[in-house]
Structures are given as structure tokens and as C-alpha cells.
């Protein structure tokens, strides 16, 4: 017997790639029952959806609306959960496309086929314009090879045991519930801090490789430090997580490989690139470990997301 699945959505200001996500959607081969959309500020979305036609040509479309200064990482995700009471539900950011019919399908077999599988998260596929560099951090972080990580794990993997995307994840409800689901306030990580209290209880993260999306970024260096500012943040803010779990080795390796790989295809032209762009990264990632000891006015310049910090107590 089928579980019943739900696909959450978030969505700011969409673009085209939303129609061709929902359309993609409704062709899976394992059925989605409803696609449950969350959208921050209401004229972006109609502006788009409206000449589609899309809402009223599926009705299994739910649509729910809130302003900008009110969305969280964390808590937003929270709330689209009270709206679906499906045994599975499915994570997806507005800029992952599924690559083919059998995105859903993998998932939930990730799921069902794992005891006490909490979460599954799908491979991330470049997309055509993407960066070389970006390009081969795709295939490290989501190689083509499935995986299943506990807390055995913990000592071989590091923060990599932790490692889950909400740019494409499915959830086992009963699961979810019983831990209390996403954290209500984060700025940035709320699946890697759900997955790792998840390991933590003794409950499993699967990587299914063969559930697949299409989604990639070709970020400046500004734009990669002040992602990493909000995950050094996120980490500095959960230290029963992170605490006992270096991450840094992770990216050193990163590093080391995509040089390794630039040589190998002959592409050492960028490797002065790749020193920048890390660079910018480490101290990124440095500044929001120790955001506690920056002015105001510094946090707010180093993030990407300032209305968290409008927002904090």
C-alpha cells in the first residue's frame, strides 16, 4: 500500500522555473496528493500563477501567503507541516527542478526501504550554465552513489553524517513529530540541525542519489561569504550539534579535491579563482562563528538574510 505524500514549496518573488517545477510535479509516477505552497509576498506569485492558469487547472494546489518580515527558515517550514497530514511530506525550495518523472518515487522508496529513516534527500544536478568549479562541488557533495548515515557514522564522516538539503528532502512524519520537527527560529540549516538530532535519536539520513533535481548556483565571492556567514551562524547558535563536529576538514578536502580536479581536466587557469572564492568562504564562515563579538551594524552587513537580525530578540 501506498503512503500518502505531500510536497511543500516555499516561494519569493518565482520565477518560470516554479511553473515547470509544479507541472513536473503533478507528472510523477508515484502521485503527489497535495503541493502545498508557502509563499513570501502575494503579488510577486500572482503576477506569475495568474496567467499560468495553474491553480485552477490543479486543484491539489494549496496556496498559503505571508510577508516577508514574518518568514523563517525554520519556522516557516514548521508551520507548512500543520497543513499536510500525509504520512510522508517533501521539502523543495522554488529553484530545484525535478529531472525526471521518478523524483517522488525514489524518495519515498529511500524512505520505506531504510528502518527508522527519518529524512532522504535527493542528488543535485548541475544545472547547463553552472560554473566549473560550482560544477564539480555538485559531485562531491551528491556523488552518484547512494547512502545511509547513523550514529556509527559520526567518528568516520564528521559533519558530513549530518549533511541533509531542504532544496529536495522527504520527511517520515511519524518521525518528524516525535522529534519535534524544525527548530522554530534559524537562520540558515534547519534541515542539517533536524537530520543531526534525528542521528543523534538514533534514527537514519539516506542519501538517494537516484532521486534527482536540477539546481545550482554561480554565486560572486560576496554572496558565498555571507552564505557561510549564516552558516557559521546557525552553527555557532546550535553548539549541541555542532559543538563536537569540525567541519572544517570537510572543506580543506573540498578544497584539495576540486583543485586536484581543475589540473586533472586542465582547467588550472581557475584555481586562482578557486583560492578566492574559498577565501572568501572561510571568513565567511569565521565572521558568523563569532558573530557574537561583531557591532550590529557589521551582522547585518556580513548576512544575507538582515531580517532575521530585524527580527531577533
Not at 509563499?39 to 501567503?65: D, Q, S, W
Not at 578557486?274 to 557574537?292: C, D, E, N, T, V
Amino acid at each position: 500500500m501506498r503512503q500518502s505524500i505531500d510536497v511543500i514549496l516555499l516561494t519569493y518573488k518565482p520565477d518560470k522555473r516554479v511553473l515547470h517545477i509544479l507541472k513536473a510535479l503533478e507528472q510523477q509516477t508515484y502521485p503527489v496528493r497535495k503541493i502545498i505552497i508557502i509563499n513570501t509576498e502575494e503579488a510577486y506569485f500572482t503576477a506569475l500563477m495568474k496567467p499560468a492558469g495553474l491553480l485552477e487547472r490543479y486543484p491539489n494546489i494549496e496556496v498559503h501567503h505571508i510577508t516577508a518580515e514574518v518568514f523563517d527558515h525554520g519556522g516557516t517550514r514548521q508551520q507548512a507541516v500543520m497543513y499536510s497530514n500525509a504520512d510522508i511530506f517533501v521539502c523543495m525550495t522554488q529553484d530545484a527542478v525535478p529531472a525526471d518523472k521518478n523524483l517522488i518515487k525514489e524518495l519515498a522508496e529511500a524512505l520505506e526501504g531504510t528502518p527508522n529513516a527519518a529524512v532522504a534527500y535527493a542528488r543535485q544536478l548541475p544545472r547547463t550554465q553552472c560554473r566549473e568549479i560550482e560544477r564539480y562541488t555538485r559531485s562531491f557533495n551528491y556523488p552518484n552513489q547512494s547512502a545511509v548515515k547513523s550514529i556509527e557514522d559520526i567518528e568516520r564522516l564528521g559533519i558530513k553524517t549530518f549533511f541533509c538539503s531542504n532544496v529536495c528532502a522527504a520527511y517520515n512524519r511519524r518521525i518528524f513529530d516525535k522529534l519535534d520537527g524544525f527548530v522554530s527560529r534559524a537562520i540558515f540549516n534547519e534541515d542539517m540541525i533536524y537530520a543531526a538530532k534525528a542521528v543523534q535519536n538514533h534514527f537514519k539520513i539516506v542519501y538517494a542519489a537516484k532521486a534527482q533535481v536540477i539546481h545550482s548556483h554561480n554565486y560572486t565571492c560576496m554572496q558565498q561569504f555571507r552564505r557561510n556567514f549564516d552558516l557559521g551562524v546557525s552553527q555557532a547558535q546550535h553548539p549541541e550539534v555542532f559543538a563536537g563536529v569540525s567541519s572544517q576538514s570537510e572543506g580543506m578536502q573540498l578544497v584539495k579535491q576540486t583543485a586536484k580536479h581543475l589540473i586533472e581536466s586542465k582547467k588550472k587557469r581557475l584555481i586562482p579563482m578557486l583560492i578566492l572564492s574559498s577565501a572568501y568562504k572561510y571568513l565567511g564562515y569565521q565572521f558568523g562563528m563569532h558573530y557574537k563579538c561583531l557591532p550590529y551594524g557589521i551582522i547585518r552587513w556580513c548576512t544575507s538574510n538582515p531580517r532575521y537580525w530585524k527580527n531577533a530578540s
